[in-house]
């Protein structure tokens, strides 16, 4: 790992040392939370000046609790100990999270962490978009105290959030839906180990008639520096009963909210035309887990 | 600046002296000499340096030496008993799994961390916990059918 500078690894026990830390080594800290994108970070020569590295998980930040709802999941939750919650099989809403899970390879999920996941910022990634899906915030600890910053407001650019110099992310929540809600999520890669070259998350609530109360849409993968939401297609399917002829003509609307880059992997046109058969699939499956 | 910490390598206690950015990867090979562990990619797409930590599959190039520290770690080296090899290396053997074999270290000790939490896993199983592995060789055939074959007699 290119770390030419790095001299120390802590491992702080409180969230207020993490802040001292922070506040002490400046723009030389960066927080650590499994780890598996530092060297993603480093080989892009993004890591230049980092001189301390700050473990946060002995912060016991380890929980996935519901209670009021909302479920709480601490930032240093892995992926394999959040695929492992009975909710994720249970509870429709949360499919979009499971799903999203499956595509990782277990060597990734054995380390990487819902915080870093997030605090990485990187569109690429699968899990951001899953939490996106959910309407998740994260809570942020920092010099002043704890905030709560939606998703859809944290995420800045590739590598950039809302995060203010000296705050980290302690836990994610997720506020739970009406009981007729029901998500899923699909990606499209070349292997396991790819990052997406577009993935896309929905969520769906029904109302007692069996119209759509409400939906949502968040794509990711190549489609710009941030995740994006579908709101036309979103907009397409609400008020109305979602059958087969709907989710084909929603699913045609995405191409006006995507923007998509083109790069080796594939090309922007490939990206709209295959986020109209994902978001088309990705509510089928959704639909089926309330049936 | 170099730092001393100590390692829990296949059972033994290693004192070593390692820079903070050195990966586990690095130190396993070039400190302890286990060089069964393969340095593939270096950047945690092709699996070839998968260890067990704590009983856990994970790609020792992503993982720094100094997070490793208090934690049980297990290489390819560290599979046979007395000299002699794993089921799961016979199964291996047995099922001609083996091919260049750069890739095969990797491949036994993520099938070792499914069946030490999976004893006996569906074929799908099996594929989806060997998903972070790459091998140019075999086509995954015959690595799918040794997991089976070490199931079987487990």
Known sequence: MAFSKLKEVYTPQSSEEVVKLLKQHGHGALILGGGTFLHGLSARGLLPDVEALIDIQKLGLDYFTPSNGVVKTGASVTFTALEKQP??????WLGVLKDALE??????????????????????????????TLKGSVVAAGPKGNRKISLDEFFKGQFENALQRGEFITEVLLPVPPRRTASAFLKNEKHANALAILNVGVSITLDKAGKCEEARVVFG???GDVPVRGRSCENALEGKRPNKELLKLASETVEADLNPISDHRASAKYRKAIAKVLV???????????? | MKKILNLQVNGETH??????????LHVLREGLGLIGT??????????????????????????LALSAVGKSIVTIEGLSTDGKLDPLQEAFIKAGAVQCGFCVCGMIISSKGLLMENPHPKEAEIRQALSGNLCRCTGYHKIVEAVRIASAHS
């Open chain 1, 103 to 132: 595509y990782i390879p277990v060597q990734v999920k054995n380390m990487a962490t819902v915080g870093g996941s997030l605090a990485s910022s990187l569109p690429l990634f699968d899990l951001p978009v899953a939490f996106m």
């Open chain 1, 221 to 223: 993968g190549g489609v």
């Open chain 1, 87 to 92: 909710e994720l099989t249970k509870a429709p």
């Open chain 1, 280 to 291: 088309e699939r990705a509510f089928e499956t959704a639909l089926q887990k309330l049936n």
């Open chain 2, 38 to 63: 393969k340095r593939g990619c270096d950047s945690g797409g092709c699996g070839c340096c998968t260890v067990l930590v704590d009983g856990k599959a994970v790609y020792s190039c992503m993982l």
């Open chain 2, 15 to 24: 004192e070593i002296a390692v820079n903070p950015a050195d990966t586990l």
